[in-house]
């Protein structure tokens, strides 16, 4: 019986994962059919060509706008899942109580702001401190907003982990660094994949902040 619910759960889990991705994919590879399309219009197919992506690659401003926001997605999501990670792992370790929870409200309080908010605000911040706009106020602007995705799919993963793992690693000669890397880490780690997926996906669908923050 046990090993029926269990593979239940598994599947259930399963689609559910797909389905999420599903809706969060399936636009994006929509536009990728259409970018195929010999036709200017959306609604009707005129078959395949590659006449838009030879008219792309012309435009400098264009190839020059792609490569910045792939290495920008990329490199602020990488950062938004170290941070995210080691916020998450503190965050499951801290004891319950005031503090605690002024941290989580602070977690949520980017992915509740309207972009426009935040982007306005992080302009005003990096005006007043003289930071210069550009690809690094861009880059921690991401990095900023990104962060709370990846705590809150971490998170889950910790609650479900084995709390005596890190123990019996340490009773066996484990350091704690080393019991986070070797049993914490490939524990979570469909949380930390979750996390990195939605922050690349966020960093590259975001325009708002990016707007302001340059």
Known sequence: MNRMNNRFMRLTGGVYAALIFLFLYAPIAVLIALSFNASKLRSSWGGFSLRWYAALFENDRIVRALLITLVLALLSAAIATVIGTVAAILLHNLRRG??????????YIPMFNPDIVTGVSMLLLFT?????????????????????Y?????????????????DAAMDLGMRPAQSVLKVVVPEILPGVITGFLLALTMSIDDFVISFFTT
């Open 98 to 107: 005031p503090f605690r929870s002024v941290l989580m409200n602070l977690t």
């Open 128 to 148: 007043f401190v003289g930071f210069r706009l550009g690809f690094s106020s861009l880059l921690l602007s991401h990095v900023a907003f990104n962060t709370p």
């Open 150 to 166: 990846v705590v809150l799919s971490v998170l889950p993963k910790l609650k479900q982990m084995n709390p005596r793992l890190v």
